[in-house]
């Protein structure tokens, strides 16, 4: 396996460009396309959160802001998009499809290797956790979140972060293309309830990839490994960390906390996460 089509969706924000900058970043070391993706958006959309009993002239006031805004990130997307491609120096297209933008990254996302999106920033965390969930519970894809400061070097070391859950399974398996090759591969086991035989298994598995692994231990409930997954991690120096998402609800991940959670909050180095 490896990643040759890329979709990198764009909001119209800042953080675009860390999406394309995180997009080329894996196209150097595999080859292949980024698929830029816009969605135009309909100002109709807008509407059924007016309320019943609204005015004619307040909806008419509500599609118009709608559509200036629409067209301000739409504008946005092409200029973030055009900067970047002056010096990528990748092979890249824009599409921008009318309709919402979870609808776009469904329909494209499934015939993508990978997804990329940002960490969420704050004045962005809403619509960006809207679409990180589209993207990784509506195309079966896994996703890179890209970082909003530092390099982006996927030849460095790599992290994954093991629990023994069928989460975690099917991000190792999405993993193993940046596992091969890197200098070293960090196994971090999260959680309780891996008991050290557990990871024998494993240890064979990526033998058989060609890939020796060092165990490292975050001894914590697995719900609140996060800031240890994180600090292995950079303790190793690696430019990447792999991780199952959602491993737990996201109901109780909103309320009491969890690895994804954090991990969309704190991380500081790209993050591939497969569910």
Same mark, same amino acid.
């Given at each position: 396996?490896?990643?040759?089509?890329?979709?990198?969706?764009?909001?119209?924000?800042?953080?675009?460009?860390?999406?394309?900058?995180?997009?080329?970043?894996?196209?150097?070391?595999?080859?292949?396309?980024?698929?830029?993706?816009?969605?135009?958006?309909?100002?109709?959309?807008?509407?059924?959160?007016?309320?019943?009993?609204?005015?004619?002239?307040?909806?008419?006031?509500?599609?118009?802001?709608?559509?200036?805004?629409?067209?301000?990130?739409?504008?946005?997307?092409?200029?973030?998009?055009?900067?970047?491609?002056?010096?990528?120096?990748?092979?890249?297209?824009?599409?921008?499809?009318?309709?919402?933008?979870?609808?776009?990254?469904?329909?494209h996302g499934r015939f993508a290797d990978l997804?990329?999106?940002?960490?969420?920033?704050?004045?962005?965390?809403?619509?960006?956790?809207?679409?990180?969930?589209?993207?990784?519970?509506?195309?079966?894809?896994?996703?890179?979140?890209?970082?909003?400061?530092?390099?982006?070097?996927?030849?460095?070391? $790599?992290?994954? @972060?093991?629990?023994? #859950? =069928?989460?975690?399974?099917?991000?190792? !398996?999405?993993?193993?293309? *940046? &596992?091969?090759?890197?200098?070293?591969?960090?196994?971090?086991?999260?959680?309780?309830?891996?008991?050290?035989?557990?990871?024998?298994?494993?240890?064979?598995?990526?033998?058989?990839?060609?890939?020796?692994?060092?165990?490292?231990?975050?001894?914590?409930?697995?719900?609140?490994?996060?800031?240890?997954?994180?600090?292995?991690?950079?303790?190793?120096?690696?430019?990447?960390? $792999?991780?199952? @998402?959602?491993?737990? #609800? =996201?109901?109780?991940?909103?309320?009491? !906390?969890?690895?994804?959670? *954090? &991990?969309?909050?704190?991380?500081?180095?790209?993050?591939?996460?497969?569910?």
């Amino acid at each position: 396996m490896s990643y040759k089509v890329l979709l990198a969706p764009m909001a119209g924000a800042p953080s675009d460009l860390r999406t394309l900058a995180a997009a080329a970043a894996v196209v150097r070391r595999f080859g292949g396309h980024v698929e830029a993706l816009h969605a135009a958006g309909d100002p109709r959309d807008s509407i059924p959160f007016v309320g019943e009993g609204a005015s004619g002239a307040l909806v008419e006031q509500i599609v118009t802001a709608a559509e200036k805004d629409l067209k301000r990130r739409a504008e946005t997307a092409r200029t973030n998009y055009q900067e970047w491609m002056k010096g990528a120096n990748v092979d890249a297209t824009l599409v921008e499809p009318i309709g919402s933008e979870e609808d776009a990254i469904a329909r494209h996302g499934r015939f993508a290797d990978l997804i990329v999106l940002p960490r969420p920033a704050d004045d962005e965390a809403i619509a960006s956790t809207v679409a990180f969930e589209t993207a990784l519970l509506e195309t079966g894809r896994p996703v890179l979140i890209a970082p909003p400061a530092g390099d982006m070097d996927f030849t460095r070391p $790599v992290a994954f @972060a093991w629990n023994g #859950s =069928r989460e975690a399974a099917r991000a190792l !398996g999405a993993g193993l293309p *940046f &596992m091969k090759g890197a200098p070293r591969v960090v196994c971090i086991v999260a959680g309780k309830n891996v008991a050290e035989d557990d990871t024998k298994p494993l240890e064979a598995y990526m033998a058989r990839h060609g890939i020796k692994i060092e165990l490292a231990r975050a001894d914590v409930p697995t719900i609140q490994a996060g800031p240890h997954v994180l600090a292995e991690a950079r303790k190793a120096g690696c430019g990447l960390l $792999v991780m199952g @998402a959602y491993t737990h #609800s =996201r109901l109780r991940q909103l309320v009491f !906390g969890g690895v994804t959670r *954090f &991990m969309l909050q704190n991380a500081d180095l790209p993050v591939l996460m497969a569910h």
